[in-house]
């Protein structure tokens, strides 16, 4: 039976716009298009969840216009129960605006709105949810005293805990570093956070080196076409990335964490719900948008029957 997923983030319509090249600074540049995408972290990762077949509940916030409705709906569409997120009358709905080039490498600029009022207030309203969940993940798009209240009252029930730390703040209360099961942030997020500079593969195991010294249980450090870094107390593995042409890599990570925390819940070891969300977000950064890219349960399950004789993983 899979266990039940509380996902608290984010909800944002994404206007994404595609160019041939990213402009410097002062520069003007003319885009090819512009495409209204449903997005936001915490959206993304619920959507990827409920889409690989999660039993998935979302909090998060929108307001009350178009926009919000949509976002809204396509939740819950996915299979992720949506009844819970709060519309709110005094903000617009949150908005971001993707600038993707040509190698389909990405800016995002996020405008917050109601994803404001995703607060402690709202979170011990449903109480509940947190009770009847045995994992519970965030990421770093809410405000930061509604994470950190929420990542203390899931530790305080026995839930395992899951933080993406995106966009990475640049430390954390020492009490909410230990009471994280898995950090998963990419190398950029791991160097930041851990007061590491030198951008390689030793820079970025010390940087997750430090992060384990301040509590963190699990480390999941996402490398792009690299694959995935996973680092504990016991052990430092690499997954290898399959390899694929990336056209846009804008919910990577977001499907990357939706699968992995969707594998942890029906059952799968740390080992099969890593190569299975990385076999996931191979298929999304082939696609164009954040939950458009999303692959179902049917392609994700096909991979993994043709990548089981493969070598997951080494370690370093």
Not at 180 to 208: C, F
Not at 233 to 255: F, H, I, Q
Request: glycine share 10%; proline share 3%.
């Amino acid at each position: 039976m899979k266990e039940r997923i509380l996902i608290i983030g984010s909800l944002n319509m994404d206007m994404v716009i595609e160019m041939k090249r990213m402009p410097l600074k002062g520069e003007t540049v003319l885009g090819n298009t512009l495409t209204y995408v449903p997005g936001g972290k915490g959206a993304n990762q619920a959507y990827t969840s409920g889409k690989l077949g999660g039993a998935v509940v979302m909090l998060g916030c929108v307001g009350t216009d178009s926009l919000g409705e949509k976002l809204i709906g396509n939740i819950a569409r996915s299979g992720t129960d949506a009844s819970h997120i709060r519309r709110v009358e005094e903000e617009p709905t949150g908005t971001a605006v993707i600038y993707v080039d040509e190698e389909g490498d990405n800016s995002i600029v996020v405008v917050s709105g109601a994803n404001g009022a995703c607060d402690v207030e709202y979170l011990k309203e449903n109480h509940s949810l947190f009770e009847e969940s045995a994992y519970v993940m965030f990421q770093m798009e809410i405000p930061y005293e509604a994470i950190f209240y929420g990542i203390r009252k899931a530790k305080e029930l026995g839930k395992t805990v899951v933080l993406n730390p995106a966009p990475a703040p640049d430390t954390l209360p020492e009490d909410i570093w230990e009471s994280i099961d898995y950090l998963t942030p990419n190398e950029t997020e791991v160097l930041k956070m851990s007061g590491q500079r030198e951008m390689s593969m030793e820079g970025i195991k010390r940087g997750a080196r430090c992060l384990l010294q301040k509590g963190v249980k699990n480390i999941l450090v996402t490398l792009g076409d690299k694959g995935v870094l996973f680092i504990n107390d016991k052990e430092e593995v690499l997954y290898p990335a399959r390899s694929v042409e990336a056209l846009d890599t804008t919910a990577a990570g977001d499907c990357f964490n939706g699968a992995f925390v969707a594998g942890l819940a029906e059952g799968m070891s740390v080992e099969e719900a890593i190569t299975f969300a990385n076999l996931a977000s191979s298929v999304a950064v082939t696609r164009k948008g954040a939950q458009s890219s999303i692959p179902d349960r049917e392609e994700v399950d096909e991979l993994v029957k043709e990548n089981c004789n493969v070598d997951k993983g080494g370690r370093l």
